[in-house]
């Protein structure tokens, strides 16, 4: 494996976590790289359901080192219930779950600012997972975040804090003083993880280059998905961090020349949660076929995810701006059903037909997918675990996705559980 990134090539949910769980077992160290407890990761091992917001899935293994490197921000309640969590199903972190020391905290007000912020922007709402993400990300570009490392002197914290809230005071006023007065105390409140966070705190990029040095195999798994990078993601409608290729190097401090390998995770179909542009979304009984059979419901907010045909343009995009050297294609089984299936190969707009993905907002929403139809299979692929028992047109499925985005398939999963994946 040596060094390879697993991020989403959609919108997030592609089941990333299933498949960072399989790859897992190749692997000696996991890192998160960006995005915070937004993400949701469900891993079912035999019949217990982990979902994992903001600790890497990595650690359901127990010989396996993981890191939260410097571009994740972490909100120290939802670490250490995690990790409380954990020790319920008999998992232990002592000694193997590490965070960067310039993590940025989040911290309770992001969240009472993000709840305004919903509200106030109204009908152009993002539809945020309302952990705090986004303005944590804010104040870290504004220069008054609060670090890992300042928890460990309360001086540099408590000035931190103080400011923060200075600055913040007529954004918060809405709020009323008494409210203010007990978000400031709630926040004060994250200075007593000082002495637990201590012994996971280190530097993500001396501890990952000693890693690689000593020839360890890494895997960094990505939250989210690419269409929600900040730069490359349908803007605004995007969260606050780069879930692209890109990221796991600024978000860990490991150069680009040391990145083997890309896999880039495609669900069978799309799904979106959230506001934003969705051009093959599908509002009709088939979407919710695809919901049903998909289980399509946030795991972190529980939130319906929006539903729609695979995406062509989307997958390629993806491809070039992260450099994609292998794909997994995920949930081919909620397709069994389907006859015929859609893919999305071109978008129309204004009578032409345009094939790169576009990156303004007004051409996104007011493009029209041109799809190819292609015939179903009819048949259960549920559980397959060997390609030649696939039935005939779903390889064909597959035969297409490969040859359209000139990349191989690596693996393909056909229902939730670890062994339920064919290797290709
Ligand atoms: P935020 O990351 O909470 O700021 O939310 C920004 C956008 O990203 C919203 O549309 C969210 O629904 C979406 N989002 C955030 N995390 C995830 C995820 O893990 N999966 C899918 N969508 C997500």
């Not at 952990?131 to 890992?148: E, H, Q």
Request: glycine share 8%; with cysteine.
């Amino acid at each position: 494996m040596s060094v390879m990134i697993v991020l989403g090539t959609q919108w997030g949910d592609e089941g990333k976590g299933k498949i960072v769980d399989l790859l897992t077992e190749q692997a000696d160290v996991v890192v998160r790289y960006q995005g915070g407890a937004n993400a949701g990761h469900t891993v079912k091992i035999n019949d217990q359901e982990f979902i994992l917001h903001l600790i890497p899935t990595g650690i359901l293994h127990s010989d396996k080192i993981c890191v939260i490197g410097n571009g994740v921000v972490v909100d120290l309640d939802q670490f250490f219930k995690e990790i409380e969590e954990l020790k319920v199903k008999g998992i232990s972190v002592e000694k193997r779950l590490f965070v960067s020391k310039s993590a940025h905290l989040v911290m309770p007000y992001h969240k009472t600012v993000e709840k305004l912020n919903e509200k106030n922007k109204g009908d152009q709402k993002i539809g945020t997972t309302l952990r705090g993400i986004g303005p944590a990300c804010v104040d870290k570009v504004g220069r008054t975040g609060i670090r890992m490392a300042d928890l460990l002197n309360e001086e540099i914290f408590t000035a931190r804090l103080d400011l923060n809230f200075r600055l913040k005071n007529t954004y918060l006023r809405e709020l009323g003083q008494d409210q203010i007065d007990s978000l400031k105390e709630e926040s004060r409140k994250i200075l007593t993880y000082k002495d637990r966070i201590k012994p996971h705190l280190v530097d993500s990029s001396v501890f990952l280059n000693r890693k690689i040095k000593q020839k360890k195999d890494i895997l960094f798994e990505s939250a989210q998905g690419t269409l929600l990078d900040m730069d490359f993601g349908t803007y605004p409608y995007i969260t606050t961090s780069h879930p692209t290729a890109g990221g796991a190097c600024i978000g860990s401090g490991v150069g680009p020349t040391l990145i083997d390998e890309v896999l880039g995770v495609a669900k069978a179909y799309t799904t979106r949660v959230g506001d934003g542009p969705f051009p093959t979304e599908l509002k009709d009984k088939t979407g919710e076929l695809l919901r049903n059979s998909g289980n399509e419901f946030g795991a972190t907010t529980g939130r319906p995810r929006r539903c729609g045909w695979l995406d062509l343009v989307i997958l390629r995009y993806s491809v070039r701006v992260n450099g994609i050297s292998k794909l997994a294609v995920t949930k081919l089984d909620v397709l069994d059903n389907i006859d015929p299936i859609k893919v999305c190969m071109s978008y129309r707009h204004k009578g032409k037909e345009i094939d790169e993905f576009p990156t303004d907002l007004d051409t996104l929403l007011n493009c029209e997918p041109v799809y190819q139809e292609l015939p179903g299979w009819k048949k259960t692929t549920r559980g397959l675990t060997d390609y030649k028992d696939l039935p005939d047109n779903a390889k064909k499925y597959l035969d297409f996705i490969e040859e359209k985005t000139v990349v191989p398939i690596h693996l393909v999963s056909t229902g939730s559980k670890r062994d339920e994946t064919i290797f290709v």
